[in-house]
């Protein structure tokens, strides 16, 4: 069945470093939503890219759709301690109307 | 959200228990979903439903029963709990379409003795 694999798992940073998380998938996806979840919450959409090759922002959030719509990844830049938590890549493809997650990247950031 | 609710927060229980846990949504939404969360491992879906009339495994159904009792209300049980089943339980939800966007509740973090 499909997979949504993301690395790293575990990430540590110093506050103003930059972060990416990467998002694989064993099919092509029709689209790629991202979450996150703060420590002790629950996951909470961020966005969704949809075509080939989209790239979009939100502040100091970059997120990507690969061309062959089968990866996907999410850049902070300049993190700070507000950024802290586990980000989920999740996908919808292959003959499946189910959103599929991936395995999250935990983001811990050091003052 | 605080339109998708779930009880208990917090349950410990023994292995061989009965034990179910609620899900309630004033969304609106056709769509709900029961997901299991591990450490390294990410949100796994057990249980979905599309409308009242149906229901629909997920990965890892084994050991785990749902009802959906009205659009608002999905419940899920594991009728002889076990130790490995310890993990975070979140209810989810969704309006179908395109987008899908998934809206979750708190969740439910269950211990199994």
């Known amino acids: 069945g499909q997979q949504v694999m993301q690395i790293p798992q575990y990430q540590h940073v110093q506050e103003g470093e930059d972060f990416t998380t990467y998002c694989n998938s064993s099919t092509t996806l029709s689209n790629i939503q991202w979450y996150k979840q703060r420590p002790g919450g629950h996951p909470v959409f961020l966005i969704q890219?949809?075509?080939?090759?989209e790239v979009k922002k939100q502040k100091r959030l970059t997120f990507q759709f690969g061309e062959a719509k089968k990866n996907s990844s999410l850049h902070i830049t300049a993190t700070q301690t507000t950024d802290v938590g586990t980000y989920f890549c999740?996908?919808?493809?292959?003959?499946?109307?189910?959103?599929?997650f991936g395995t999250g990247t935990l983001l811990a950031v050091q003052p | 959200d605080a339109d998708v609710t779930q009880t208990p927060r917090n349950r410990i229980t023994k292995t061989g228990k009965r034990i179910m846990l609620e899900c309630s949504q004033t969304k609106g939404h056709d769509r709900m979903y029961w997901y299991r969360q591990d450490p390294g491992l990410g949100l796994r879906l057990i249980y979905y439903?599309?409308?009242?009339?149906?229901?629909n495994k997920g990965e890892i159904s084994d050991g785990y029963s749902v009802s959906r009792q009205a659009q608002a209300k999905f419940s899920l049980s594991l009728e002889s709990a076990i130790p490995n089943q310890t993990a975070l339980y979140f209810c989810?939800?969704?309006?179908?379409?395109?987008?899908?966007?998934?809206?979750f509740g708190p969740g439910t973090r269950l211990t199994v003795l």
């Open positions: 439903s599309f409308d009242v009339k149906d229901i």
């Open positions: 989810a939800t969704s309006l179908g379409g395109r987008t899908d966007t998934q809206y």
């Open positions: 999740a996908g919808k493809g292959g003959a499946t109307n189910k959103l599929i």
């Open positions: 890219l949809v075509k080939s090759g």
